[in-house]
């Protein structure tokens, strides 16, 4: 135990459950219904990064959040590339995801 994490030892039951579906499954329907729950796991865990990286009280956590967040960001552009050859349908992008438009840039027309 490090700044006081302690890992899981076992599944918890949504994770079992989805273990016990999958489980049942062969071929194309076990890898779309893989892909589908996976791409939910590397949304929730960007998100729980993205949270951890900006509102952490151990500065020890928030400081791995920020430097592992990119390596989560490309497992789930790699995932999103990946589910369409396997029959997944992506949202149209941005749907259902805040518009982040703070900090950006805006440029005058040259003149």
């Keep these: 135990m490090q700044q006081g994490v302690l890992l899981p030892h076992n599944m918890t039951p949504t994770d079992r459950e989805a273990f016990e579906t999958l489980s049942q499954l062969q071929g194309a329907a076990f890898d779309k219904a ?22 952490s009280s151990t500065p020890g956590i928030a400081d791995w959040a920020k430097q592992t967040l990119p390596a ?26 805040p518009t982040r438009t703070e900090g950006a840039a805006t440029r005058k027309p040259a003149s």
């Excluded at 949304?43 to 900006?54: P, V």
């Excluded at 029959?87 to 259902?96: D, H, I, Q, S």
């Design 34 to 55: 893989y892909m589908k729950a996976m791409l939910k796991d590397r949304q929730a865990q960007l998100s729980k990064f993205q949270q951890e990286a900006a509102k």
């Design 72 to 97: 989560v960001q490309d497992d789930l552009k790699a995932s999103q590339k990946i589910a369409p050859a396997v029959g997944v349908k992506l949202p149209p992008a941005n749907e259902g995801q």
